[in-house]
């Protein structure tokens, strides 16, 4: 089955730096990739996703990267605020499967 | 907007109580999920149910039965509670069943913990 790994585990930033999180996957015809966030108390909410037809996607100050041949895909966040403070999942699925591999998650805390 | 509600939010059980976390979903999803989210270990699939009327494990499924009830309501059950089942459970649901599901909606989470 799928395997994803997340790192880091935790990360902290000052507000306004940008924030990087990695995620590598085993499944090579893994073709949907999500990044979900969890605020605390709540559960989690989908920020962006991207599919292997795509390299790249962009949603204002978010965007994801994806390489299929290293089997890695990234969240970018640009001008980080202090509402940004949450966990970060990233996930993979292959078509030939109905449910999602989550990542062990990223603590990011952005500090003012 | 009700989304995904799960109860109760939170429960205390001793060692070998049984109990049932209900969730159901006004969205008229068709598949719906039951995850653990434990310290370190990421969210972890326990069962799911593509749709009304089936059920599947997940990567987790020991000491848990599962039951969709109707289109709505997915219920989680606990037979004999073990200190291992301590955890956040989160129920989730998705429009599409099979192997296109796109967007999970999450449940706010039910905090279980076993004595």
């Known amino acids: 089955g799928e395997n994803v790994e997340q790192h880091p585990s935790t990360l902290s930033v000052q507000e306004g730096d940008s924030a990087v999180i990695k995620c590598t996957y085993s499944d090579s015809a893994s073709n949907y990739f999500p990044w979900y966030k969890q605020e605390l108390g709540k559960g989690s909410q989908l920020i962006i996703d991207i599919r292997s037809n795509v390299g790249e996607k962009k949603d204002q100050r978010i965007a994801v990267t994806l390489n299929k041949t290293a089997k890695h895909f990234s969240l970018h966040i640009t001008e980080t605020q202090p509402e940004d403070s949450a966990v970060y999942f990233c996930a993979a699925r292959n078509s030939g499967y109905s449910t999602l591999t989550f990542g062990k998650g990223t603590m990011l805390l952005v500090s003012p | 907007n009700a989304g995904v509600t799960q109860t109760p939010k939170f429960q205390v059980l001793k060692t070998g109580q049984s109990m049932t976390l209900q969730c159901a979903q006004d969205m008229n999803h068709n598949s719906m999920y039951w995850y653990r989210q434990d310290p370190g270990m990421g969210l972890r699939l326990i069962y799911y149910?593509?749709?009304?009327?089936?059920?599947d494990k997940g990567e987790v499924p020991n000491g848990y039965n599962v039951s969709r009830l109707n289109k709505r309501e997915f219920s989680l059950r606990l037979e004999s509670a073990a200190p291992s089942q301590t955890s956040v459970y989160f129920c989730?649901?998705?429009?599409?069943?099979?192997?296109?599901?796109?967007?999970?909606?999450f449940g706010e989470g039910s905090r279980l913990t076993v004595l």
């Open positions: 149910s593509a749709s009304e009327g089936t059920t």
């Open positions: 989730a649901s998705t429009p599409l069943a099979g192997a296109n599901t796109g967007e999970l909606f």
